[in-house]
T-cell receptor
Framework: NAGVTQTPKFRVLKTGQSMTLLCAQDMNHEYMYWYRQDPGMGLRLIHYSVGEGTTAKGEVPDGYNVSRLKKQNFLLGLESAAPSQTSVYFC????????????????FGSGTRLTVV | QQQVKQSPQSLIVQKGGISIINCAYENTAFDYFPWYQQFPGKGPALLIAIRPDVSEKKEGRFTISFNKSAKQFSLHIMDSQPGDSATYFCAAYGGSNYKLTFGKGTLLTVNP
């Protein structure tokens, strides 16, 4: 059981380039999330999805797009990379069942470290 | 607007000591309060969680204390070990949204 897998693990981009980060989960979770982590800022939500074909904006969505064409995959796209998007990106998923029963919390991937130069 | 405030930002404890991390929340609709542990180079992992209908939950050396009236909760790590050195995030979930709200994290260092 792999859980949540993120690819790639590391990437260096030049300003203006585009790229897609892939998140795949094998737990049949409905909810999926993309966060970015920056020093002193904690985890900030970029976009999330509550099911296949749905997406919604989080706290810091500007400059990013997402797609959830298949239940198990959640893609994060950077349209035109900027140095301010240098960060560690985490994908997470969650069981949609009543959290008060499962208290299962989120399952996170191991992250993608992105540097934009 | 930061809905979950976490303190301290960093904490240094000697081996065998007690580590205490505090969080305060604003939204009374929150009804699930997890703590996540993150080691360098890894994603956060669920450590322990509590519902607001209990005042304390203990799992091994880790205890969450919850004060609903004060809208505060804290993580206590008893007999802290160097292997506990990590970043800890408190979080809150509830209301009409589908997402956790995280604190900014506490970097814990346990010296041998």
């Amino acid at each position: 059981n792999a859980g949540v897998t993120q690819t790639p693990k590391f990437r260096v981009l030049k300003t203006g380039q585009s790229m897609t980060l892939l998140c795949a989960q094998d737990m049949n979770h409905e909810y999926m999330y993309w966060y970015r982590q920056d020093p002193g800022m904690g985890l900030r939500l970029i976009h999330y999805s509550v099911g296949e074909g749905t997406t919604a904006k989080g706290e810091v969505p500007d400059g990013y797009n997402v797609s959830r064409l298949k239940k198990q995959n959640f893609l994060l796209g950077l349209e035109s990379a900027a140095p301010s998007q240098t960060s560690v990106y985490f994908c997470a998923s969650r069981d949609h069942r009543d959290r008060r029963i499962s208290l299962g919390g989120y399952t996170f991937g191991s992250g993608t470290r992105l540097t934009v130069v | 607007q930061q809905q979950v405030k976490q303190s301290p930002q960093s904490l240094i404890v000697q081996k065998g000591g007690i580590s205490i991390i505090n969080c305060a929340y604003e939204n009374t609709a929150f009804d699930y309060f997890p703590w996540y542990q993150q080691f360098p180079g890894k994603g956060p992992a669920l450590l322990i969680a509590i519902r607001p209908d209990v005042s304390e939950k203990k799992e091994g050396r880790f205890t969450i204390s919850f004060n609903k009236s004060a809208k505060q909760f804290s993580l206590h790590i008893m007999d802290s070990q160097p292997g506990d050195s990590a970043t800890y995030f408190c979080a809150a979930y509830g209301g009409s949204n589908y997402k956790l709200t995280f604190g900014k994290g506490t970097l814990l260092t346990v010296n041998p």
